[in-house]
């Protein structure tokens, strides 16, 4: 069953209509068999689908540990562990040097896992914190399995999970314009993904790159044209995801059981900071929340930088995309992926903190809403994250080859 | 009984650099241009110190989260205070 499939779709139709129409003990068992049968449909091996489920059953019992000793330690021992679990399943490089000969390890499930692994650490940072208060462990292994959003997100909260499943809070409001705006969406959705996405793939720069014996070449005629099959490739991916997040928030939302909003219009961001907001908005939220406040709190309380506050944010910026690059992929591409992201947001931080200690706030706001500066700073940010995303794209190999090609073709 | 509130609009007044800043307990990221997660690493470090108490990663994450107020910063003060009494 491949991403929003047919049996995708037949299985999200079926469970929109089950459970609007029930509650309870039915609506959680049934919920529950749809998402292990879809996550068999994927793993299509015991080992795999084990994997999976146990490191969901680890993750519940290391919250029910940390919310009974909410100790800090604790917390980080089991945060540790997790992380370890995840380095291991995902199959970074460094495991192999540990571990060279296991060939167990190729049929352990990666599948949905990187959003899995930032579900369950959610979790039990939470429940150390004591923001969730009960955790039972069927919402949370539905939580956790949740069909709709199992292999690409968004990143639901659980306690956001839990209040729509038992109806503190609605998904949708009961009327027949909300659910028909939930329809539309899930259409459009599908426009996106399977029209619009496929129209462009052809044309964008994961599809005009060939590596054979002879190198790495790209399918071009012009430096403009490169340029182009790069843009292409941000467009690219945003009708991709998006439409697959509109389908997934479509769907969710008929079931009672809405999303969190992934995509805002990001070819308007204005800086990198804004660009994270508006693209992948769970992905940065939850970085947010697990990796750059712990980050710069440490560091702030920490008496080795208490004479050097300003590198701080810098500090857990570099951090924070540093775990960005590594989690989206195992490649080295991936890391510089992350790094560059990093490099840019300290970039406007500087640029921030200098012009408003020179201006003052008021006048840099003021400087910034300006109708030009506000063109280029949009002008700027689209140049600058569509070339990031070259590392997104291409190997760490490819890299050196695509510049060579964009700067000695003719435009 | 301490006065959370106009203690907290102490701390924003002094982190956001703005003597005339009002906030109330319906004030939420939405109504302030600069309130970005940076400035929030500002505000949590002055409310710890303000307050002489430790904010725990989650309750970071939940003070953070969509339609929260600077009421849900002062009920959580409230209750950390009442429990270190």
Redesign the interface.
């Given at each position: 069953m491949s991403l929003l499939s047919a049996k995708f779709l037949a299985l999200a139709f079926l469970s929109a209509i089950v459970l609007s129409a029930s509650r309870g003990r039915i609506a959680t068992l049934f919920f529950l068999g749809v998402n292990v049968v879809f996550a068999w449909s994927y793993l299509q091996d015991p080992v795999g689908l084990g994997s999976t489920l146990g490191l969901c059953v680890a993750g519940f019992f290391f919250a029910r540990w940390t919310a009974r000793l909410r100790s800090a330690r604790a917390t980080a021992c089991a945060v540790s562990t997790l992380v370890i679990a995840f380095v291991v399943l995902r199959g970074y490089d460094i495991v192999r040097v540990f571990l060279p000969d296991v060939e167990l390890l190729d049929r352990l499930s990666t599948v949905g896992l990187s959003f899995l692994f930032f579900k369950i650490v959610?979790v039990v940072?939470?429940?150390?914190?004591?923001?969730?208060e009960s955790l039972r462990f069927h919402s949370y292994l539905n939580y956790c399995l949740n069909f709709t959003t199992f292999l690409m997100g968004p990143i639901q909260?659980y306690q956001d999970f839990t209040d729509q499943w038992e109806r503190k809070q609605r998904a949708l409001a009961p009327t027949f314009e909300a659910h028909l705006g939930a329809v539309n969406r899930v259409l459009r959705g599908l426009v996106k993904k399977f029209v619009l996405a496929e129209a462009l793939a052809p044309y964008a720069l994961h599809s005009r790159v060939a590596s054979g014996p002879d190198g790495v070449a790209f399918d071009v005629g012009s430096s403009g044209e490169l340029v182009v099959a790069t843009y292409l490739f941000y467009f690219f991916l945003y009708f991709d995801f998006s439409g697959y997040c509109d389908v997934v928030i479509g769907f969710g939302s008929l079931m009672g059981i809405k999303p969190?909003e992934n995509f805002r219009t990001p070819f308007l961001s204005r800086n990198v900071?804004d660009y994270w907001k508006r693209v992948h908005g769970s992905l940065t939220?939850w970085l947010?929340?697990?990796v750059?406040?712990?980050l710069?709190?440490a560091a702030?309380r920490s008496r080795l930088l208490a004479s050097r506050r300003t590198l701080?944010?810098p500090i857990?910026l570099m951090g924070t995309m540093f775990v960005s690059g590594v989690w989206h992929g195992t490649s080295l591409a991936f890391l510089c992926f992350g790094l560059i992201h990093g490099v840019m947001l300290i970039a406007h931080?500087v640029y921030r903190e200098f012009l408003s200690a020179r201006m003052g706030?008021k006048r840099f706001?003021a400087f910034s809403s300006q109708p030009l500066v506000h063109a280029c700073a949009v002008l700027v940010t689209f140049q600058v994250t569509s070339f990031a995303y070259v590392f997104f794209v291409l190997e760490i190999e490819e890299i050196g080859p695509f510049v060579t090609t964009l700067l000695s073709l003719g435009s | 009984m301490r006065d959370v509130l106009n203690e907290v609009q102490a701390v924003f007044r002094d982190v956001f650099g703005d003597d005339e800043l009002v906030i109330g307990r319906a004030t939420s990221a939405d109504d302030l241009d600069d309130w970005n997660s940076i400035a929030n690493i500002g505000l949590f470090v002055a409310i710890e110190r303000a307050f002489g108490v430790k904010l725990a990663t989650a309750e970071m994450a939940q003070l953070t989260r969509e339609r929260q107020t600077v009421g849900d910063l002062v009920d959580l003060l409230e209750r950390k205070l009442a429990a270190s009494g």
């Open positions: 959610h940072v939470d429940s150390a914190g004591g923001t969730i909260r969190p900071s939220s947010t929340d697990y750059f406040n712990p710069s709190m702030m701080v944010i857990a931080h706030r706001a | -």
